[in-house]
């Protein structure tokens, strides 16, 4: 059982940059594909990015791509997604997911199996 705890959200300027953090716990995650999503309000949740367990491979929603970096780092068991160029449409909490299965990453929510409680980000116009 893993348990996925995001931090690092908060208010902030259009064009300005936020870094996320998830912390795992429980178990390694050096062998799981993690991703991040985020649900604004009246939206359904949406893929944001993700990035492969050997961490050489990454995948970003096109909303995101130029501006959002997902990385990871296995000695921490730790994951983290630095925004920059943030604009109002980012505004929404942000989830840490991950799937243990070594398949890929995916755009459908429902392919994850442990997810965080998320972290508020708003983003002023």
């Known amino acids: 059982q893993v348990q996925l705890v995001e931090s690092g959200g908060g208010l902030v300027q259009a064009g300005g940059s936020l870094r996320l953090s998830c912390a795992a716990s429980g178990s390694t995650i050096s062998s799981y594909s993690m991703a991040w999503f985020r649900q604004a309000p009246g939206k359904e949740r949406e893929f944001v990015a993700g990035?492969?367990?050997?961490?050489?491979?990454?995948l970003y929603a096109d909303s995101v791509k130029g501006r959002f970096t997902i990385s990871r780092d296995n000695d921490k068991n730790t994951v983290s997604l630095q925004m920059n160029s943030l604009k109002s449409e980012d505004t929404a909490v942000y989830y840490c997911?991950?799937?243990?299965?070594?398949?890929?990453?995916?755009?459908?929510?429902?392919?994850?199996?442990?997810w965080g409680q998320g972290t508020q980000v708003t983003v002023s116009s």
């Open positions: 997911t991950a799937d243990p299965r070594r398949l890929g990453i995916f755009y459908d929510d429902r392919e994850y199996e442990y």
């Open positions: 990035i492969m367990w050997r961490g050489g491979s990454t």
